[in-house]
C-alpha cells in the first residue's frame, strides 16, 4: 500500500518538502496554522488544512493515526514543535521526521520519539560552503557523521574513461552509486558497472568519508 505522508509547518522547509513529495506522486497531508501558507500550497498537496496542531483532539479529527510518515518542520515556536511531536508519536506514526533549530532542540526530539532530526539551515550552510570552496560539488548530503553523499560535474580528467578504469574505489575510497547522464537530469544510471563510460556533462552521485570525497573532488 502506497505511504501517506503529513507535513507539519509550511514554511520554507515544510512546504518544499510537501511539494516534492506531492510531485513524486505521494498522499500528502499538509497543515499550518497560517491560512496564508494553506492557501499557497492548495495546488502543492492532496489536502492542506488550517489547523494547529498541538490540538490533539484536532490531529484525532484529521486521521492521522492513518498515516505512515510525519514531518514536523514548524520553525522557531520550540514548544510547538515538541509538543507536535509528542502527540504525532502518540498516535502512533510509524516514521517521524522533526526539524530542530539547534543541538538541544534536537536532543529532545530525540528522547521524545523522532526517528530523525534535521537541522535545515545547518545543512544549507554545510552545502554551500562545499559549493564555495569545491568547484565541481554541486551537492552534498550529509547522511552519517563520517559519511556523505555528493553530486560532482564529471572534470576533463574523467571524460570518456570507464569507472573500472578509474578505480575510483582504490584511489579514493569513493563509490559511484548513480550517474546522471548529460542534460537529461531524468536519465540516471543507477548501480553503474565498472564499463560505464563517463561522458562530458555527466553527474556522479558519489559516497564515501567526507575527507575522500574532498580528494576525490571529480578528478583522479
Not at 514548544?79 to 516514521?95: P, Q
Not at 530542530?100 to 526530539?109: E, Q, R, T
Not at 552534498?140 to 574513461?161: C, H, N, Q, R, T
Request: charged share 25%; net charge negative.
Amino acid at each position: 500500500m502506497e505511504k501517506q505522508y503529513v507535513v507539519i509547518g509550511l514554511g520554507r522547509f515544510g512546504s518544499s518538502i510537501a511539494k516534492t513529495l506531492y510531485e513524486m506522486g505521494k498522499n500528502v497531508l499538509a497543515i499550518d496554522e497560517d491560512y496564508e501558507k494553506v492557501s499557497a500550497m492548495m495546488d502543492f498537496s492532496t489536502h492542506c488544512v488550517q489547523a494547529d496542531a498541538s490540538d490533539p483532539e484536532v490531529l484525532k479529527s484529521l486521521g492521522l493515526r492513518n498515516y505512515d510518515v510525519a514531518v514536523i518542520a514548524i520553525g522557531n515556536d520550540i514548544e510547538s514543535n515538541v509538543m507536535t511531536t509528542m502527540l504525532v508519536k502518540d498516535l502512533g506514526i510509524k516514521y517521524i521526521v522533526a526539524k530542530a533549530i539547534n543541538d538541544v532542540h534536537g536532543k529532545i526530539l530525540q528522547r521524545i520519539g523522532a526517528d530523525r532530526v534535521v537541522f535545515p539551515e545547518r545543512s544549507m550552510g554545510v552545502r554551500v560552503a562545499h559549493n564555495l570552496v569545491y568547484s565541481n560539488i554541486l551537492d552534498a548530503i550529509d547522511i552519517s557523521p563520517e559519511y556523505s553523499i555528493m553530486e560532482v560535474a564529471a572534470s576533463e580528467p574523467l571524460i570518456g574513461k570507464t569507472l573500472g578504469d578509474l578505480n575510483l574505489r582504490a584511489k579514493h575510497k569513493v563509490n559511484i552509486i548513480a550517474i546522471k547522464k548529460g542534460d537529461d537530469k531524468s536519465n540516471i544510471i543507477l548501480s553503474p558497472g565498472a564499463d560505464s563510460v563517463i561522458h562530458e556533462g555527466d553527474l556522479l552521485i558519489a559516497i564515501g568519508k567526507e575527507s575522500s570525497l574532498k580528494g576525490f573532488n571529480g578528478d583522479v
